[in-house]
C-alpha cells in the first residue's frame, strides 16, 4: 500500500452510510474502495479489511461471506440492521470476525476496525478470538458453548458479548466507556449500572472459590487477567 495505509473495502447499498464510514474512520491510516452492489466486488486480495453489509440490492451479505473464506481470511466486520441474535450467530460462524447492528456508534465501529487491523498485523489466525481456552475454561463463541473444568455454563447474549470482549483484549485494562460501547451499542442510554451487574454475574459463573480473573480498575474499568 502506498503510505503504507491500510485498505478498506466498505460494501454497502446506502450511500449516506457508505461515505459516513469513511469520514467517521478518516483518510490518515486508511485508502478506501467503496461498493454499492455485490457485482460491483472485484480484487478482494487487496483488502486488508472488508466492512460487508448484509441486506444488499443484489444479494446477501452472508452468501458473499461464505464464498469469500473459501479463499481468504480477510477480516470482515458485519454491519446490519438486522439485529438477531441468529443473524449475529450466522454471521460469526460463516466467517465474520465482528458485528455491528444499525444504528451504531462511531466509537464502537472504530474501535472495531482498529482490533481486526491489529490483530491480523500481529499474524493471528482470524478465528483466534472465537475461541478461548485456558485453565479449565472453554469458551466456544461460534457454536455458544462455554464450559468451565468440563461443566456448561449458560450465559445471557450480554454475558456472552461482555466475556468476547474481556477475551480479545486479555490483560488490558478496558474502561467502563469502552464496555458499555461494545456491550450495548444499539441502545441511545445504558446505566452504568448495568455493566456492574453484568460483571458480577459473569464473574459468578466464571470464577472459582478464591479465583479471580476480572479484576476491577478502580475509577476505570475492569481488566481480563490470571493472577499467576
Excluded at 460462524?93 to 472495531?112: E, I, N, Q, W
Excluded at 468476547?164 to 483484549?169: G, I, L, S
Excluded at 478496558?174 to 446505566?191: G, P, T
Aim: proline fraction near 2%.
Amino acid at each position: 500500500m502506498t503510505n503504507e495505509k491500510k485498505c478498506i473495502y466498505i460494501i454497502e447499498d446506502d450511500a449516506t452510510i457508505n461515505h459516513g464510514i469513511e469520514l467517521t474512520l478518516g483518510n490518515e491510516k486508511y485508502e478506501y474502495r467503496k461498493f454499492y452492489s455485490l457485482g460491483e466486488v472485484e480484487d478482494t486480495e487487496q483488502a486488508d479489511l472488508i466492512i460487508l453489509d448484509i441486506n444488499l440490492p443484489d444479494g446477501n451479505g452472508f452468501d458473499f461471506l461464505k464464498q469469500l473464506r473459501k479463499t481468504s481470511d480477510v477480516p470482515v466486520l458485519v454491519v446490519t440492521a438486522n439485529d438477531t441474535e441468529l443473524d449475529e450467530v450466522t454471521g460469526l460462524t460463516l466467517g465474520a470476525d465482528d458485528y455491528v447492528t444499525k444504528p451504531f456508534s462511531l466509537m464502537a465501529l472504530r474501535l472495531r476496525v482498529n482490533n481486526l487491523l491489529s490483530r491480523a498485523l500481529a499474524g493471528k489466525p482470524c478465528d483466534v478470538p472465537n475461541r478461548y481456552e485456558k485453565h479449565g475454561l472453554l469458551f466456544d463463541f461460534d457454536n455458544l458453548i462455554f464450559k468451565k473444568n468440563d461443566m456448561e455454563i449458560e450465559l445471557s447474549k450480554t454475558e456472552i458479548r461482555l466475556l468476547k470482549y474481556f477475551t480479545e483484549n486479555e490483560g488490558i485494562t478496558l474502561s467502563r466507556e469502552k464496555l458499555i460501547d461494545y456491550v450495548w451499542q444499539n441502545q441511545q442510554y445504558v446505566d452504568e449500572n448495568a455493566l456492574s451487574v453484568s460483571v458480577k454475574r459473569l464473574r459468578d459463573k466464571i470464577e472459582g472459590s478464591g479465583e479471580k480473573i476480572i479484576h476491577t480498575v478502580y475509577g476505570i474499568g475492569y481488566v481480563f487477567k490470571w493472577e499467576e
